[in-house]
T-cell receptor
Framework: DGGITQSPKYLFRKEGQNVTLSCEQN?????MYWYRQDPGQGLRLIYY???????QKGDIAEGYSVSREKKESFPLTVTSAQKNPTAFYLC?????????????FGDGTRLSIL | QQPVQSPQAVILREGEDAVINCSSS?????VHWYRQKHGEAPVFLMI?????EQKGHDKISASFNEKKQQSSLYLTASQLSYSGTYFC??????????FGTGTRLTIIP
């Protein structure tokens, strides 16, 4: 079955540590996205990629970094510069980066600070 | 520009109907609707496009009023499985999809 796989499901970060969240899709989608979800705030866009080897900042990119070296993979690194990283992180993909196309989401990674 | 959803929460008995609204202060190109159960991934329900085209779930209906810059999601004869938080996402020309804060729907037997 095609879909999006996020790992790990739960992640804990120590002060000053960088952590990387994995996102893999086998849907052959060109566009991929990272969202952060906090209680009562909906989904906020961190980074997005329209095509391999290209990505752009979203609304809340500070303290995060991404790469898109392969079409199927879009890992997110939460750096030590992100002072409030505790949140639910969702990865999504779509056939192309257009509003006429639905986004398909992974099951998320819940990140907490130790 | 984040869309505004209303109501923020609603409780229904099984079999009752619900309407969830999503409004924007700017002209919309598309409106997306997703449902998320607690701790799970949002699931795509429907896309409504400027011009009237719709894509999505055949058991859920929605409207898109371009003039009023708003969309409504209609849930009829609600089932227990309809429980969850419903998000609308709106796309404005030259801006990325932006999600509302959600409407929490609880269905009780």
């Amino acid at each position: 079955d095609g879909g999006i796989t996020q790992s790990p499901k739960y992640l804990f970060r120590k002060e000053g540590q960088n952590v990387t969240l994995s996102c893999e899709q086998n849907l052959n989608h060109d566009a991929m996205y990272w969202y952060r979800q906090d209680p009562g705030q909906g989904l906020r866009l961190i980074y997005y990629s329209q095509i391999v080897n290209d990505f752009q900042k979203g609304d809340i990119a500070e303290g995060y970094s991404v790469s898109r070296e392969k079409k199927e993979s879009f890992p997110l690194t939460v750096t030590s510069a992100q002072k409030n990283p505790t949140a639910f992180y969702l990865c999504a993909s779509s056939i192309e980066d257009r509003g006429s196309q639905p986004q398909h989401f992974g099951d998320g990674t819940r990140l907490s600070i130790l | 520009q984040q869309p505004v959803q209303s109501p923020q929460a609603v409780i229904l008995r099984e079999g009752e109907d619900a309407v969830i609204n999503c409004s924007s202060s700017k002209a919309l190109y598309s409106v997306h609707w997703y449902r998320q159960k607690h701790g799970e991934a949002p699931v795509f329900l429907m896309i409504l496009l400027k011009g009237g085209e719709q894509k999505g779930h055949d058991k859920i209906s929605a409207s898109f009023n371009e003039k009023k810059q708003q969309s409504s999601l209609y849930l009829t004869a609600s089932q227990l499985s309809y429980s969850g938080t419903y998000f609308c996402g709106t796309e404005i020309i030259d801006e990325k999809l932006t999600f509302g804060t959600g409407t929490r729907l609880t269905i009780i037997p």
